[in-house]
């Protein structure tokens, strides 16, 4: 298990190298730098400017500031972030953990729904409730985030039930401990809908064919046969296994959802990686 | 192995094909026809009549649009006149334009032509100009980016998947190394990056052409993927083999042999893959670095819609991009299932 584990972190190392240089290649083909703007200015003389440039090593081509900056990052050393003055470690820290509270929150959003939604989608196939809630995952599917993100916008501009925008209210370093919490919980509801009802339609068609199948499994005639009652059979022998797969697609809808949440945190202004 | 037409045939049959490959028709043809059907041009401003809602169509011995007034233009309320309104006319006259490029008319499917009048079926937005007119516009953009994008995509991909399905060996290990690192790359962060580093080199009128490459070059990977796997079947056949032993190049085989028995999956993937390419420009207009103004997309004009102004005085008419979004995915997304079960039958929904 730990030589797996290790040989797929290694398989890890060149994809992320390659990821990386990509990038700098990019930004390196796009014009301008973070210098850019101070050049503009008059009152900096080229001199300053000459010198930073020596400092940061703009002058040389892309793959030298690449194997620089690879240096600095496996040593530690993430570098200064010239537009908010601050750390970029520090900076991608206080983010991170906005944006991550965010994607959990939208997962546990898109599961709560989906899964109740899909069993009982099984449980009644065919009957109107069916209908409606492929119907439903559809229109789901079909709704691009940002869109659904301003119409969030427009209910908590019109309604006032929801803030607009950040991630905690001006007087939140005045609230208790169980103030706080709430106070990030009211923010975190329209953008957690937002980014969560995306990924609700595709789970909850998984979770009613597995459901399906369960249904149909031996072991649950056997529990049937045993003379169980059928809300025992139903919630324990078949829920159970229908559950299953949907665990392993865990990471990767995760990992969706933390690429995803930037149009979402742009529109509903939310202070996360976005 | 049915062919192309049969397909089409069945699929219309079907209620919900029909509905949705109609819808599409529709869509498609009013995004060909902009000039005729929309009354005003792109940017035609009025900006004595910023935010106007939504007019109202009466009837008074013949089709007439209401009339109104500005109230208190620091919260653009407006006002309707009572029993004042102007004509409508059908097919009246309106500005000039060549239809389809080559017939010069001015002649438009509903229009105001009283200068007094403003005839606003979806109201108009900051600068004045009418919105349903720039949906329709927009539309274009918004259809044709899916259409040219996703042909570029699956001949792409086609070949990419073909060829190293068709060679196997090193060709396909090496292609394969190359769209699993494609596809593990996020797509959003990669269309913005790409974008920044193509931007400098094209003029803001070719936007268009920037954004399909964009997404093409993101898109082709998956598909590449599945035909390499599709090919790889093929590649045992009889009939292959047949062919090779003739003398046939790859490319001809490829072409004549590998290319009909995957034409069916190709179609279904394409038409449930172009919403993601109505969708990714709509994003990337929205971020305001796709179409840029004047010009108009749906993802533009929902981005202007983004304003705490618009919020909180209720225009809410500025949100139907979002709506036409909504529908033409829709559309895309039922008319590929439908679409499926018609030439794949056995992958039926249990």
Known sequence: MIAYLFRRFLALIPLLLGITGLVFLLMSLAPGDFLTPVRAQRDVSREVIQSIEQQFGLNQPWYVQYVKWLGNVVTGNLGHSWAFKMPVVDLIGQRLLATFLLSVSALVVAWGIAIPLGVLAAMYKDSIFDRISAFLAYAALSLPEFFLALLFMFLAAQSGWFPMGGATSIEYEFMGAGGKILDRAHHLVLPALALGIGSVASIMRIMRANFLDAIRADYVKTARAKGLRERRVMFVHALRNAINPLISAFGFAFSGLLSGALIVEIVLQYPGLG | ?350
């Open chain 2, 1 to 350: 192995m049915t062919s192309l037409g049969n397909i089409f045939k069945t699929t219309f049959r079907r209620p919900l094909g029909a509905f949705s490959g109609g819808l599409l028709l529709l869509l498609y043809l009013s995004a060909i026809f902009a000039e005729l059907i929309a009354p005003a041009p792109t940017n035609a401003q009025d900006l004595e009549r910023t935010y106007h809602p939504p007019t109202k169509i009466v009837w008074d011995g013949g089709l007439r649009v209401q009339a109104y007034e500005l109230v208190d233009p620091s919260a653009a309320s407006y006002a309707a006149i009572e029993g004042e309104s102007y004509p409508l006319r059908f097919m009246g006259h309106g500005f000039e334009y060549r239809l389809l490029g080559l017939f010069k008319t001015d002649r438009h499917l509903l229009v105001c032509d009283d200068p007094k009048g403003a005839f606003y079926l979806l109201g108009s937005d900051s600068t004045g100009r009418d919105v349903f007119s720039r949906l329709v516009f927009g539309s274009r953009v918004s259809l044709f980016i899916g259409l040219l994008g996703i042909t570029i995509t699956m001949v792409r991909g086609f070949l990419v998947g073909g060829l190293s399905g068709y060679f196997g060996g090193r060709t396909d290990f090496v292609a394969m190394r190359i769209v699993e690192f494609m596809m593990a790359v996020p797509g959003l962060y990669l269309l913005l990056a790409l974008r920044a580093a193509l931007a400098p080199h094209f003029a803001s009128d070719q936007m268009f052409f920037v954004i399909v490459i964009i997404l093409a070059f993101i898109g082709w990977a998956g598909t590449a993927r599945i035909l390499r796997g599709m090919a790889l079947s093929i590649r045992q056949q009889a009939f292959v083999m047949a062919a090779e032993s003739m003398g046939q190049g790859p490319l001809t085989i490829l072409r004549k042999h590998v290319l009909p028995n995957l034409l069916s999956y190709l179609l279904v993937a394409a038409t449930l893959s172009i919403p993601g390419y109505v969708l990714g420009e709509a994003a990337l207009s929205f971020l305001g670095l796709g179409i840029q103004e004047p010009s108009a997309s749906w993802g533009l004009m929902l981005s202007e819609a983004q304003n705490v102004k618009v919020f909180y005085l209720n225009f809410w008419w500025l949100l139907s991009p979002g709506l036409a979004i909504f529908l033409t995915v829709i559309a895309y997304n039922v008319f590929g299932d439908v679409l499926r079960d018609v030439v794949d039958p056995r992958s039926q929904k249990r």
